[in-house]
């Protein structure tokens, strides 16, 4: 059985910006993987829905499939 990827939490990804932080403003789709790497090592993702969104984008970029992020934001244009 293949996983599917819920396409509601893709389009949340590339929609909702940061609001706060060295990185505020920015899509949450990118934030550099460095950034939420140290979020993990440290347990300093945010509560809620944002620390959600910001784990899924880890986990996408870490395993190299960044480029459906860049997809589904050309999507947007």
């Given at each position: 059985?293949?996983?599917?990827?819920?396409?509601?939490?893709?389009?949340?990804?590339?929609?909702?910006?940061?609001?706060?932080?060295?990185?505020?403003?920015?899509?949450?789709?990118?934030?550099?993987?460095?950034?939420?790497?140290?979020?993990?090592?440290?347990?300093?993702?945010?509560?809620?829905?944002?620390?959600?969104l910001m784990q899924?984008?880890?986990?996408?970029?870490?395993?190299?499939?960044?480029?459906?992020?860049?997809?589904?934001?050309?999507?947007?244009?």
């Amino acid at each position: 059985m293949e996983l599917q990827p819920d396409k509601r939490v893709l389009l949340e990804i590339v929609s909702t910006r940061m609001p706060y932080g060295k990185y505020k403003d920015w899509l949450v789709s990118d934030i550099p993987v460095h950034y939420l790497v140290w979020c993990k090592q440290k347990a300093a993702f945010p509560n809620g829905r944002l620390g959600e969104l910001m784990q899924n984008v880890l986990e996408i970029k870490t395993n190299d499939l960044g480029h459906i992020l860049m997809e589904i934001k050309s999507w947007k244009r």
